[in-house]
């Protein structure tokens, strides 16, 4: 496989703990090392020998792989890492990978709770039904569970409503997240993959 990993790209780390998950800059790299700089907190979720799972934008996809940490470098807030180029997974030539999701969730319209029922997400938005009649030019927090029982908070922009099909009552909008946390977005960059290589493999 070609040199996918850059000097100075975003790459996400997730352990085994989700709450570590961090998005970092790559200080250096070779076809088995990536160095980035890591934070105290961030620290403390990663130990030497761990296995942890990595995601990448590239210029082809989304870059999936597993790494083992090599060093935790506490004095210069470093994380070095080993990973096996050659078992790199490009996701697909899209910068968010969009899956099925039909779950119900929480959006706030002004001072009432609506019930939405999701159809597919993405890390950078969501397509939905809703009784409700949305304004393109508002944002709205939304509130909603992945696999875990953690919910992720954030604001929704609508982008596009139109009428569903044979009802007279229910709309689909399509729109993007607003003041996602980054730990939110990894979460659903993770789903994302998880659910699309299910898919894959079926």
């Not at 004095?75 to 030539?93: A, P």
């Not at 977005?185 to 998880?194: G, R």
């Amino acid at each position: 496989m070609k040199k996918l990993l850059k000097k100075h790209q975003q790459i996400y780390f997730v352990p085994q703990d989700i709450k570590g998950a961090f998005a970092a800059e790559i200080k250096n790299v070779t076809t088995k090392d990536i160095d980035v700089n890591i934070s105290d907190n961030d620290a403390a979720y990663y130990k030497t020998q761990d296995v942890i799972e990595t995601f990448a934008i590239v210029d082809d996809g989304m870059l999936y792989f597993k790494a083992v940490v090599q060093d935790i470098d506490t004095e210069n807030n470093i994380l070095k890492v080993s990973y096996d180029n050659e078992k790199c997974e490009l996701l697909q030539r899209r910068e968010y990978t969009r899956v099925d999701f039909e779950k119900e969730f929480t959006l706030t319209n002004g001072d009432k709770d609506c019930v939405c029922k999701c159809i597919d997400i993405c890390a950078g938005g969501m397509k939905f039904a809703t009784s409700e009649l949305l304004n393109t030019t508002q944002d709205y927090k939304i509130e909603f569970t992945l696999e875990s029982t953690i919910p992720v908070q954030c604001y929704f922009k609508p982008i596009r409503v139109l009428p569903q099909k044979g009802t007279k009552q229910k709309n689909i909008v399509s729109g993007r997240f607003i003041a996602l946390k980054n730990i939110d977005k990894i979460a659903i960059v993770q789903f994302c993959f998880k659910k699309s290589m299910e898919s894959t493999n079926k």
